[in-house]
């Protein structure tokens, strides 16, 4: 099963972006969707997750500090899609950006099964 994400590019400091992460394979709103980062020469992070909809799931989102109030994760179930809104970027946001599907929320790439590519964000004037 792969995810596809989009959105990246390049963008000024204090700038926005929106990236999309969907799948022609999976419906994403019965999984938790995790946002996960990667810098030039660091760990990949965790940075944002969406819980499953439905059943004893609120759909609630969990943040790492650096992005909250900066970043913000939804759903759009009817276009299959989660996207992660950022605003206010500066350079330390400079990363490959990953969506990943896994059963429950978890800010550890292992509690994810399915991963996509990734979509690059530079942040820079």
């Known amino acids: 099963v792969q995810l596809q994400a989009s959105g990246g590019g390049l963008v000024q400091p204090g700038g926005s972006l929106t990236l999309s992460c969907t799948s022609s394979?999976?419906?994403?709103?019965?999984?938790?969707i995790g946002w996960f980062r990667q810098a030039p020469e660091k760990a990949r992070e965790a940075i944002a997750n969406?819980?499953?909809?439905?059943?004893?799931?609120?759909?609630?989102?969990q943040y790492i500090d650096s992005v909250k109030g900066r970043f913000t994760v939804s759903r759009d179930t009817a276009k299959n899609t989660v996207s992660l809104q950022m605003t206010s970027l500066t350079p330390e946001d400079t990363a490959v950006y990953y969506c990943?599907?896994?059963?429950?929320?978890?800010?550890?790439?292992?509690?994810?099964?399915?991963w996509g590519q990734g979509t690059q964000v530079t942040v820079s004037s």
């Open positions: 394979q999976i419906t994403l709103q019965y999984y938790t």
């Open positions: 969406i819980a499953s909809t439905g059943g004893r799931s609120d759909g609630g989102t």
């Open positions: 990943a599907a896994g059963p429950w929320p978890s800010m550890e790439g292992d509690g994810y099964n399915y």
